[in-house]
């Protein structure tokens, strides 16, 4: 009869501490089903909104007669994006050849006589020739530089070297690196740092910008962190001895 009263809360006890257990679970499967299916049905969503935007603009411009919906029951998804595909290989066909390249040299002639449009033409021309080089190291490489001010660090990318008058003013030898900002890249910065102040990072490009974006949440891992240590232990052995 003294032991019963003992053994009764023992056996309740444990009942809170499992239905908190339960508890975390299922929170841990709701977030598990969102990491699964977020980032899948997030890709998806943005490339049905790409493609019905390309298939919106430029499946009313195909014939009637030509157009496979003139004679479906239903619609298909994605003939925009195709069509514009094929045009864009057959345009970089045409301009390969002889008299391609002559109309190019006539239509840049003219359009170099515009005021307003040559600027903007050869803006874009340039940076898109830059980004779309094979050889051009644009936005390959990330870099860790001091900004705003010493002591603290940010990631940038290299864009090119720095050459003309920028060059000629700056008594360092310069590279051009873009900042970008938190949580959209596509705003940020540009600086012309010494190329002695810029410290190159291992990680891919594309890991550095899930860093920007997630604001530091998605840090990828040291390809040498590991290597990187065992120097400081030994250094740090030699020292006590």
Known sequence: MINSPKDGPDEVAPLPRRTLLFGQRLRAYLLAGILV????????????????????KITPLIPAKYNPETYLPFAVPGLGLIVLIIALMLVGGL???????????????????MPVIR????????????VLAQQSNAF????????????????????GRTKGEVQRLTPADCINVYVPTTPNPTSGFLLFVPRKDVIPLQMPVEDAIKLVISGGIVTPPDPVGQRDKMPKAIAGGTGQA
């Open 119 to 130: 600027n903007v033409y050869s803006a874009v021309k340039q940076i898109l020739e830059t």
């Open 140 to 159: 390959r490489e990330a870099v860790l530089i001091e900004y705003p001010r010493q002591g603290l660090w940010t990631i940038a990318f290299i864009t």
């Open 37 to 56: 299916t977020a980032p899948i049905f997030i890709t998806f969503y943005l490339a049905w909104l790409f493609i019905t935007f390309v298939d919106g």
């Open 95 to 113: 301009t390969a050849g002889f008299f391609g390249r002559l109309w190019m040299r006539f239509s840049e002639r003219i359009l170099s006589q």
